[in-house]
């Protein structure tokens, strides 16, 4: 990441109310960096596609304050410096992949050499070429994506938005896809995927925004977001009796003679007591394994109502804006804990 | 500039990939090729190697350029381009906007450096692509055919290609209408030949009324005439009564009908004006070529009013006068006019809408 540059994203207040007086956002805010690759989170229906097509002028919003690439949210010049992969994309039938690549292209005003020259350094990296001729109704879904993805890059884009990029492409494909945009990144361009693929976010995301009823609930790395969640797990040998003597950590019999000890902490230095009196006691130790929640986990948590300990409803809603900040303000890892 | 190039060309490549397009070319040739087929000479018609003697019809009656340019003019254009072609074409191009504001392929569309108003009308000249491209080479091998058969080039029979342009381009600002708001391409098609046909039937009321408006005027000039008469040679009352009763029933019906032509008229003269346009060629071959059609032998009589002494002649004359009488801005600007207001009312409205 380049800190010292402009931000490629920085949104605030952005809200958006279908009519019928559905709120999909209800004052986003979101900062992504150059050299960065941003996930962006959420349930069906939390607001993520909206707000991705609400910088891709896809979308109008109802209030917004921001800019994208240093440009007002909405200045159409800035588009050509933006490259976009919309979920379910759907190009002509009776293009082939390389006129949808050039169609894209050209759409960005680039020249016609420099889209011919880059189509065909595009279709080489989506593993396309042979195929770059035939049309696309032929195509199946992952190859389908991947000339989406080609198409989105076509023009060099500084900032990238992809929404589900890897939807039905196979694991080859995707791991392929994953290495583009870490070359993206790489080269300084940012990145925000939008994806349900947590897995696949968790590898390659700097850093991870969650969406729940179109509010940021979550916003930093992965790292800081499960912070309060990083803890040790001791399998041993160890009985109730000496568990009970070790503070502030969580005993666990595991049967036959084995139980596990969870010390809630991610400094190595801060169970070395804990080995102590384990080893003083003669407790055979299988394994010591630091622990953190996956992105899984803290996505679940962020769309699990606290109170009721039930996941949220798929979907936009038209309740008040104060449930939702309730819901948000009643969770210590909300707010971002870390973007460098 | 690089856009709309890329635009075009994406509609070309669509059009080469729609069978319709091929169909209603070939059709185009075979009709070419049927007029083709059909001769004039002096003994009659000839069909390919067939003769078939016909006093009525042949070079004695009308010369074979005149034909062939009555053929184009009355029975090619307003038949094939103007009815059968154009059908064929909203089924072509009824799609286009519906496929455009489809979810998947609008999103890739706005997020180009290209504003949606520019967007919208270009995919829209895309779409008269369609119809230009079919009219073009249909009057071009007419042209030829004309030039090569009938022995007169007429560069007069291409402005078919913009008056049919136009034509087809009030129906397909509905088309645009309809298919960028219910995102149907039946239900555009469907209610875009509804729209037609609406069209159709303010245009029939208005001729109607103003073919009995024209009879009946007339039928009124002869009364007053016959009234005048007998009034200067001093008929007795017994004479003058029933004349005078004849003008009273004349003017009455006459403003029964000139209150049912306005109302028509006026809605004709909101709505486009989908047959005049096209009628245009035939005003503008009979001004700029001489080519007269003659009518038949003058042997009937109207019926319309109390007055049975109009001849067709006379009453098929006056009504061509005020047909003539209107001018290219009331047929074709008012008719732009409309296909304006209803592109900015969907231009206004892809603008604003969120996909």
Not at chain 2, 187 to 208: C, K
Request: proline share 4%; charged share 20%; net charge negative.
């Amino acid at each position: 990441m380049m800190p010292n540059r402009p931000l490629s994203i920085d949104l605030n207040d952005v809200t958006k109310t279908y009519r019928g007086g559905v709120h999909a956002l209800r004052g986003v805010s979101l900062q992504v960096h150059p050299g960065e690759i941003f996930g962006l989170l959420g349930p069906n229906g939390a607001g993520k596609s909206t707000l991705v097509k609400i910088m891709m002028t896809v979308v109008r919003p109802t209030t917004v304050r921001g800019e994208v690439l240093g440009q007002p949210v909405g200045h159409k010049s800035t588009l050509a410096r933006l490259g976009y992969l919309p979920e379910h994309h759907r190009f002509p039938a009776w293009l082939t992949g390389r006129q949808a690549i050039e169609f894209s292209g050209a759409m960005c005003k680039m020249p016609r050499k420099l889209r011919r020259r880059r189509t065909d350094e595009l279709l080489d990296l989506v593993r396309m070429t042979e195929w770059g001729g035939k049309r696309l109704g032929t195509y199946s879904k992952g190859m389908q994506q991947r000339i989406g993805l080609a198409a989105s890059l076509v023009n060099d884009p500084q900032l990238v938005l992809l929404d589900e990029p890897t939807d039905g492409v196979d694991p080859v494909g995707r791991r392929e896809i994953r290495e583009v945009l870490t070359q993206m990144r790489d080269q300084g361009k940012s990145v925000l995927v939008n994806s349900h693929i947590l897995s696949e976010l968790e590898m390659i995301c700097d850093r991870v925004a969650i969406l729940v009823q179109g509010v940021v609930a979550r916003q930093g790395t992965v790292a800081s977001l499960t912070k309060s969640s990083r803890c040790y797990e001791i399998i041993s040998a160890a009985t109730a009796e000496i568990g009970s003597t070790i503070e502030n950590a969580e005993f666990e019999s595991l049967g036959e003679g084995r139980s596990l000890i969870r010390v809630p902490t991610d400094d190595p230095i801060a169970i070395q007591p804990v080995l102590d009196r384990l080893r003083a006691g003669d407790v055979m130790i299988e394994s010591v394994l630091p622990k953190r929640e996956s992105l899984e986990d803290l996505f679940l948590r962020s769309v699990t109502d606290p109170s009721t300990g039930v996941a949220l409803e798929p979907g936009a809603n038209r309740s008040s804006d104060s449930d939702v900040k309730t819901f948000r303000k009643s969770d210590p890892d909300s707010t971002d804990g870390g973007d460098s | 500039m690089i856009q709309t190039l890329a635009l075009l060309h994406a509609a070309y490549r669509e059009l080469n990939a729609r069978k319709l397009f091929w169909v209603t070319l070939a059709l185009s040739g075979l009709i070419v090729a049927a007029m083709a087929s059909v001769g004039l000479n002096e003994e009659g018609l000839t069909v390919l190697w067939w003769q078939f003697d016909l006093a009525f019809l042949n070079t004695n009656i009308m010369p074979v350029d005149v034909f062939y340019k009555f053929i184009f003019a009355n029975l090619a254009v307003p038949y094939w381009l103007a009815w059968l072609a154009t059908i064929l074409a909203l089924i072509s191009t009824a799609s286009i906007f519906p496929d455009m504001v489809s979810g998947g392929s609008i999103d890739i569309l706005l997020s180009k450096p290209i504003g949606r108003t520019r967007l919208f009308l270009t995919r829209y000249l895309t779409g008269l692509l369609f119809v230009m491209l079919q009219v073009g080479v249909f009057t071009i091998a007419a042209f030829l055919l004309i030039g090569f058969r009938g022995g007169s080039w007429e560069p007069w029979i291409l402005i078919s290609i913009p008056l049919v342009l136009l034509f087809y381009s009030y129906l397909f600002s509905i088309c645009a209408l309809l298919g960028t708001i219910t995102r149907s391409t039946i239900a555009s098609f469907l209610i875009t030949i509804l729209f037609w046909l609406l069209i159709f039937g303010v245009n029939s009321g208005e001729q109607v009324t103003l073919a009995g408006r024209t009879a009946l005027e007339i039928s009124l000039q002869y009364s007053q005439e016959d009234l005048k008469e007998a009034v200067d040679a001093g008929d007795p009352i017994e004479v003058t009564g029933p004349l005078q009763e004849m003008c009273d029933e004349d003017q009455e019906s006459l403003d029964t009908w000139e209150s049912f032509h306005v109302w028509f008229f006026t809605a004709k003269t909101i709505l486009p004006k989908t047959d005049e346009t096209v009628d245009l060629l035939e005003r503008v071959l009979r001004d700029r070529t001489g080519m007269e059609i003659g009518g038949p032998p003058e042997r009937q009589e109207m019926m319309f009013g109390a007055n049975q002494r109009i001849s067709n002649r006379e009453f098929r004359d006056r009504l061509q006068e005020t047909m003539d009488d209107r001018s290219v801005f009331w047929i074709i600007g008012t008719s732009l006019l409309f296909e304006f207001a209803v592109l900015g009312l969907v231009c206004w409205y892809f603008s604003r809408r969120d996909f």
